[in-house]
């Protein structure tokens, strides 16, 4: 089993996608690269190199998948290990980022982090596992799911201690696009072979490698184009005060 | 392409929709599933909703907030964002919405609150004017009932009312200074009038006295004129006595000339007098002479006499020799010897002789030295009183020089006494005509005097008459005085009068002088 997951196997459809997967990721890299080079801003206050674990890490786990390693046959279904390794590192850093844009409190963004891995491995028990454990450990990453979606779109606007418009527009486009694309997730898992069997594999790897990307990708492309909130302290002065006298077209604090 | 994307919505949603569309159309072809081909669209509008319409929606959120922001008031809330298209300029447009009815509102608040300031600073006015209007009529009235010490207290804040109460100060000012002006000079009148009584016994006094100085002035007249009388007589004998010593002294001047040729004279003879003992002195040295070659003469002969008595000596010696010689030859050879001894006992007296006459000489001529010493003697002595005489005689005409001198100055002394006495007559004559004018002057003091007296008894009535008017004229002025004191002055108003008039008022050349202190005295004195 463990020759299984080390032994890479080229060729197939699945590759091609977890290819593609894999140069998506790479955009993201480049755009979290970009953030990191700028030297108008503060890479330190945008915590710039966490932001980059999650394209890098998630490009890492897409080249592993792509050479076919990290694979595991359980119950007669091949499980894309890497991909659960991926989501347990970059999940936490999508919640906390968004928490760390309008700086909430500690314990809540730990709270947050803990459900996310917490639906993680429960999604992970349930994809490995059968029978009664198996439902038990969906319904279990669910409730997580749901408490943290609570606890993103309830306890974070209570317990944000910076509240300025545009950190706050930041934040919700950012949780917003997570909090509604992993909505799906669920649905894909119970279409999957793994749960009621309406997709197939190459189906599913397609689908997750599209939610994925479209997790990712477009987020470290939003927090670039809100990069202005973590201009240097005397630039954002300037800024705001070119904003306030050319008006409409030059603030950077804010974007769309 | 990016740029329009920017600018449009639509753009990106249809650009959006596209790719989400093809990748179903792509996962559909791979798989040929319908369920995944349902589930790859649902994915695709999913992600197209995250992207495009979670950001919709939070900028609607955001617009939605600051709206109502701006809708409950606060028009300090910026509405902006990056976004240039539709949404991008729905938000500009409310930004200026918002900037303008905030300049509506700021210009509104500053016209109300303007308004509302005018209405407040209208109505304090109102009750300012109301308040120093019964201030102004309170003293107003007690100044109509006589209290002329009031004075409003002037409103310096209001014009209009300050012009009323300094117009007014400067009224009562001006009437207080005419009452306190004319109380005071109804008390001058008064006192004036009192001063003129006494004033007028003091003279009817006077002229009394200036009677009887008259009287005084008649008595002293008489005496003084007889006094002149007699200084007049007593000058014309002065002037007679000063014209006898006048020619006493001309005939002292006589004398002294006299004198004066005298001791000239004299002078002349004690001259030749001098010169005539110096020839004597002369004369007798040369006696003094002659005999001192005489007393070297007979020296001469002393010494000859001198000689021959030693030659006798020696003589002597050799006939005594001879004498023993010729004993002592007789005795041998008889009568030879006896020769020998008569030669030498004659060559003996011989020598004798000689020697006797030598020494008679030599007394001789001793006694003719003594005498001649005594003559040398006797002519020194008269030469010396000589000497003695004309120094004597030099003196003695020292004395007459001097005596010459004194003469000089005596004669002058004589001169001037003339010269004075002569001036003297002159000056008693002078007096004398003075003191005849003197007299006449006392017969005419003595009829102004009279005159006077005649002129004083007439005053003496006129000042009784000028004393029965003047009580008159005080007993009006008490009147005047009991009338003023009906009316209320400050004291300082009375006090300032007289300074005032001094200085010249405002009031002009037809009113009396106004008292320049008013306004100082609103300042400080009105109640």
Redesign the interface.
């Known amino acids: 089993m463990i020759g299984d997951l080390l032994s890479p196997s080229l060729g197939g459809v699945d590759s091609v996608v977890y290819g593609v997967g894999t140069l998506g990721m790479l955009v993201g890299v480049v755009v979290v690269t970009w953030l990191l080079r700028d030297g108008d801003l503060d890479a330190e206050a945008g915590k710039f190199r966490y932001l980059m674990i999650i394209p890098a890490f998630a490009g890492l786990s897409y080249a592993g998948m792509t050479l076919g390693i990290g694979v595991i046959s359980i119950n007669g279904y091949e499980v894309e290990g890497v991909r659960y390794l991926d989501w347990l590192v970059t999940t936490p850093v999508l919640v906390g980022y968004a928490g760390h844009v309008v700086d909430v409190d500690r314990s809540v963004v730990l709270g947050a982090v803990g459900l996310d891995a917490t639906m993680i491995l429960t999604g992970f028990v349930a994809t490995t596992t059968a029978g009664t454990l198996r439902w038990g450990a969906f319904t279990v990453s669910t409730l997580a799911f749901l408490l943290m979606l609570y606890v993103l779109f309830v306890q974070y606007p209570r317990r944000a201690r910076a509240t300025s418009p545009e950190r706050k527009r930041l934040f919700l486009r950012l949780r917003n696009q997570v909090g509604v694309l992993w909505l799906l997730y669920p649905v894909i898992w119970l279409a999957s072979p793994v749960g009621f069997g309406l997709v197939s594999t190459l189906g599913t790897a397609m689908l997750v490698t599209f939610m994925d990307v479209a997790a990712k990708v477009p987020y470290t492309w939003v927090v670039h184009e809100h990069r202005g909130i973590f201009r240097h302290e005397r630039d954002a002065v300037a800024v705001d005060r070119d904003a306030d006298d050319s008006g409409r077209d030059s603030p950077v604090a804010t974007a769309d | 392409m990016v740029q329009l994307l920017r600018r449009s919505f639509a753009a990106k949603l249809l650009v959006g929709f596209a790719l989400t569309t093809g990748?179903t159309v792509g996962?559909g072809l791979?798989?040929r599933?319908v369920?995944?081909t349902i589930?790859?669209a649902?994915?695709g509008q999913?992600?197209l909703?995250?992207?495009l319409g979670?950001?919709t929606?939070?900028?609607m959120?955001?617009l939605e907030e600051?709206t109502e922001a701006i809708a409950d008031g606060d028009l300090d809330v910026?509405v902006?964002?990056?976004?240039?298209?539709e949404?991008?300029r729905v938000?500009?447009s409310v930004?200026r919405m918002r900037r303008s009815l905030a300049d509506r509102i700021e210009e509104a608040d500053e016209a109300r609150a303007e308004a509302e300031a005018a209405e407040s600073r209208a109505q304090s006015l109102a009750e300012d004017y109301q308040r120093t209007a019964t201030d102004y009529a309170g003293t107003m009235r007690a100044v109509a009932d006589g209290d002329l010490r009031r004075r409003v207290d002037v409103d310096h804040e209001h014009e209009a009312m300050e012009t009323v109460g300094t117009a007014f100060n400067d009224a009562v000012d001006e009437l207080e200074a005419a009452l306190a002006r004319v109380d005071t000079f109804a008390g001058d009148v008064a006192d004036g009038a009192a001063d003129v009584r006494a004033a007028a016994e003091q003279i009817d006094d006077r002229t009394d006295d200036v009677l009887a100085a008259t009287d005084d002035i008649d008595a002293a007249t008489d005496e003084q004129r007889a006094t002149a009388r007699t200084g007049a007589e007593e000058t014309a004998d002065l002037s007679a006595t000063a014209e006898e010593v006048a020619a006493t002294t001309e005939s002292l001047v006589e004398t002294t000339d006299e004198a004066a040729d005298a001791s000239e004279e004299a002078r002349t003879a004690a001259g030749d007098a001098i010169e005539t003992m110096g020839d004597v002195d002369e004369t007798m040295s040369e006696a003094v002479d002659r005999i001192e070659t005489l007393d070297d003469a007979t020296a001469e002969i002393t010494e000859a006499a001198e000689l021959i008595r030693d030659i006798a000596e020696q003589t002597n010696m050799l006939a005594l020799n001879a004498s023993i010689e010729a004993a002592r030859a007789g005795s041998d050879a008889g009568n030879a010897g006896d020769g020998f001894a008569v030669v030498a006992e004659e060559v003996k007296g011989l020598a004798e002789d000689t020697g006797d006459r030598a020494d008679a000489i030599a007394e001789m001529i001793d006694e003719v030295r003594t005498e001649t010493e005594r003559a040398v003697e006797a002519i020194r002595r008269t030469s010396e009183q000589v000497s003695d005489g004309s120094t004597t005689v030099a003196e003695a005409v020292d004395r007459l020089d001097d005596i010459a001198e004194a003469v000089d100055d005596l004669d002058q002394g004589v001169r001037e006494i003339s010269d004075a006495t002569g001036e003297q007559a002159s000056a008693a004559a002078g007096v004398s005509e003075t003191i005849d004018d003197l007299a006449e002057n006392s017969d005419r003091t003595a009829d102004r005097a009279a005159e006077a007296d005649a002129a004083a008894s007439e005053q003496s009535a006129a000042v009784d008459a000028v004393v029965e008017e003047s009580e008159t004229f005080r007993a009006r002025s008490d009147d005047l005085l009991d009338v003023l004191s009906e009316f209320e002055v400050r004291e300082s108003a009375a006090e300032e009068t007289p300074t005032a008039s001094g200085s010249g008022g405002r009031g002009g050349a037809g009113r009396p002088a106004m008292s320049d202190g008013g306004d100082a005295v609103h300042g400080g004195e009105h109640r």
């Open positions: 990748a996962y791979v798989t599933n369920v995944g589930l790859m649902t994915a999913v992600v909703g995250a992207y979670t950001n929606v939070v900028s959120r955001t600051q910026e902006r964002t990056s976004r240039i298209d949404l991008g938000y500009s930004d």
